[in-house]
């Protein structure tokens, strides 16, 4: 039973969506909450209209599928980028964390999770396909494998280099400065950083 007491269903209500967000209790709901109400109206109209605007307007590249304001983004349109190498990360935020490492001139591929079973994730769920007809453009001559060194990440990785083994590619990782178990959005930028530098062939880090 909720034994929260709000003196106004207006603010048990935005309480109740805050308390949606991942990560945020009902308490640090209400602070949030609170913290807004005292805000001048305009600046909350601002707040809130960024929300609705990123959610109706946020586009994915048509190439690497990073989030991106255009149809193809950024990293992708700069003439100043390797585009024969390719680092496949799960998400976004791997694409910003290697980014700020500023150890990496190439282009991504993002593809929007990793195999996980136990959630219901399979290959056929992530951008694996697309990934495949980008190296098939034969414009390709690398292909970084940046997933979490976790059990769902090396299985992605498998699977991907299962599927590249046989096509004119190299395919490498990163270098085990990254921790086993480790999220790759959690690890230090210089490591980060020392672990794609020093990437591995593929073939050499399994069973490592």
Do not use: W
Not at 10 to 31: D, Q, T
Not at 41 to 48: A, C, L, R, Y
Not at 53 to 59: F, K, M, Y
Not at 190 to 206: C, D, F, H, K, Q
């Amino acid at each position: 039973m909720n034994i929260d007491k709000y003196p106004s269903r207006l603010l048990e209500n935005a309480v109740n969506e805050f308390s949606k967000l991942p990560g945020i209790g009902r308490k640090s709901a209400l602070r949030l909450v609170l913290h807004l109400l005292r805000q001048d109206v305009e600046d909350v109209t601002v707040f809130g209209n960024s929300l609705i605007q990123l959610r109706s307007e946020i586009q994915h590249c048509k190439v690497c599928h990073n989030i991106s304001d255009t149809e193809t983004c950024q990293i992708c349109a700069n003439p100043a980028r390797n585009e024969s190498v390719i680092c496949v990360v799960e998400n976004i935020r791997d694409v910003m964390s290697i980014e700020n490492t500023q150890q990496f001139n190439g282009l991504y591929h993002v593809l929007g999770g990793i195999i996980s079973p136990m959630d219901g994730i399979g290959p056929s769920d992530l951008e694996i396909e697309s990934l495949i007809n980008r190296v098939d453009s034969g414009k390709i001559i690398e292909v970084i494998l940046a997933l979490s060194t976790t059990m769902e990440g090396d299985t992605t990785n498998f699977y991907i280099f299962r599927k590249l083994k046989d096509k004119n590619v190299k395919v490498s990782t990163l270098a085990r400065g990254v921790s086993i178990g480790d999220e790759l959005e959690y690890t230090d930028e210089i490591t980060l950083g020392r672990s794609l530098t020093n990437r591995v062939p593929y073939e050499s880090s399994v069973g490592k």
